[in-house]
């Protein structure tokens, strides 16, 4: 069975971080693309970041650009989100997603976890 299962989500300050994981298990995810969603209540899921297998190559919203980095190590099967100066419009829930395109596209990613509540405060 495979299971995405992100963690470290929680309540944080405005202009605070968070470390955000996901560890990917029940199939090889060789040469999958890894992406980062998130979902305000009452929003669409959108796309955050996303990185390729080799991690030569990364993409965010331009929301996050410069303030989150997406990183991933393939002997761990596990992609972290680095999050930092949070602001409250942050505030969401963040989703890791795995995908054998190389794309941003929600609708193309082929597995989900469960997703990680992040609350920034202001």
């Known amino acids: 069975q495979v299971q995405l299962v992100e963690s470290g989500g929680g309540l944080v300050q ?3 971080s ?3 994981s996901c560890a990917a298990s029940g199939r090889s995810f060789t040469g999958y693309t890894m992406g980062w969603f998130r979902q305000a209540p009452g929003k669409e899921r959108e796309f955050v970041a996303r990185i390729s297998w080799s991690a030569g ?3 965010y919203a331009d929301s996050v650009k410069g303030r989150f980095t997406i990183s991933r190590d393939n002997a761990k099967n596990t992609v972290y989100l680095q999050m930092n100066s949070l602001k409250p419009e942050d505030t969401a829930v963040y989703y890791c997603a795995a995908a054998y395109y190389r794309t941003t596209m929600t609708d193309r990613y082929d597995y989900w976890g469960q997703g990680t509540q992040v ?3 202001s």
């Open 57 to 59: 190559n990364t993409r």
């Open 18 to 20: 968070l470390r955000l």
């Open 14 to 16: 405005a202009g605070g």
């Open 119 to 121: 609350t920034v405060s």
